[in-house]
């Protein structure tokens, strides 16, 4: 817990530790079988961050059962279970409650030698900053509840939102990375502080190389940005140096709260094309190289544009 990290570790022997994790939230897309599957994916993000191997995983359900049809429910366990055995997770159990808004999500065990845990705190200097989904589902989420989504948009943040993150997990864990962790709520600003925080390091990130979803220029640039963008700007800006060129639209996107998000992973440099072409032939299409760890300045991270 003292890195930040959001899932918990716990050491059963010299050779085996678990891993614990547990996510839940109300719906962001209006189709019941995606979002369970959006829920599944989000909640599997922190085991294979963290390099391990995701084992069983237990419903949780907040349900309003006296004003929407049980079928819903269906649909969204579903889309969990569905996502699971695509992750190759057991469904054990779970619990539900009644509750005036639908929450659903999952809590995972996973399993990882204690040897390889990978935490977001290796980071070493020279180590170059690789994202493996494109950022903005928190903006066009926003857009999606407004009903100005367009149906390109909602698609492809559905597939990104659905999409596991074992894939790079495995090709990060094949190449030998120094650090890695999942972007979520704090947005890929907050996530990459926590990753210089502890240590004596800086951090460049290129506001260009940052890889966008269909659409979130536009919804940013009509306002259309979550409250969680403005929160994470007041509670990340003190270690940010933004260069005052990048566009505010781009800015808000930097910060955007992200639900299962992708993995960012600093690898060190000689190993980057190899980490590159890993991610590229197990299907993780849209990976890019966003920055690199610096000497300077120290603990804070630095906008180009
Ligand atoms: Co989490
Ligand atoms: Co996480
Ligand atoms: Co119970």
């Known amino acids: 817990m003292e890195e930040s990290d959001d899932a918990g570790v716990y050491k059963l022997s010299d050779d085996l530790a678990i891993i614990q994790t547990v996510d839940f939230f109300t719906p962001i897309v209006d189709d019941a079988y995606m979002f369970g599957q959006i829920a599944a994916a989000n909640a599997l993000s922190d085991v294979y961050a963290m390099g391990g191997r995701p084992l069983t995983a237990m419903n949780v359900v907040c349900f309003p059962i006296k004003k929407m049809d049980i079928d819903v429910l269906r649909?969204?366990?579903?889309?969990?279970?569905d996502k699971l055995r695509e992750a190759e997770t057991t469904l054990v159990g779970g619990h539900s409650v009644e509750d005036n808004e639908l929450k659903y999500g999952l809590s995972i065990t996973g399993i990882v030698h204690p040897d390889n845990v990978m935490t977001n705190t290796g980071g070493k200097i020279g180590d170059v900053l690789v994202l493996t989904?494109?950022?903005?589902t928190g903006i066009i989420n926003t857009a999606i509840k407004g009903g100005l989504a367009s149906e390109e948009a909602i698609a492809k943040v559905s597939a990104f939102m659905s999409a596991l993150n074992k894939n790079a997990s495995m090709a990060m864990?094949?190449?030998?990375?120094?650090?890695?962790?999942?972007?979520?709520g704090f947005g890929l600003?907050?996530?990459a502080r926590e990753m210089i925080g502890a240590n004596d390091i800086g951090m460049i990130i290129n506001a260009k190389s940052v890889p966008l979803l269909p659409c979130v220029r536009e919804y940013a640039e009509m306002g259309l940005v979550p409250g969680g963008t403005g929160r994470n700007k007041e509670f990340s800006q003190p270690w940010v140096e933004n260069n005052p060129d990048t566009p505010p639209y781009l800015l808000d996107i930097l910060y955007d709260p992200q639900t299962s998000g992708g993995l960012l992973i600093l690898v060190p440099k000689q190993k980057v094309d190899n980490l590159l072409q890993e991610l590229e032939k197990s299907q993780v299409k849209e990976a890019a190289v966003i920055g690199e760890v610096v000497a300077e300045p120290k603990g804070k991270i630095r906008i180009y544009y």
């Open 173 to 184: 864990q094949k190449v030998g990375v120094n650090a890695c962790t999942d972007i979520t």
């Open 189 to 191: 600003l907050g996530h």
């Open 75 to 81: 649909q969204i366990l579903k889309g969990g279970i």
């Open 133 to 136: 989904k494109p950022l903005g």
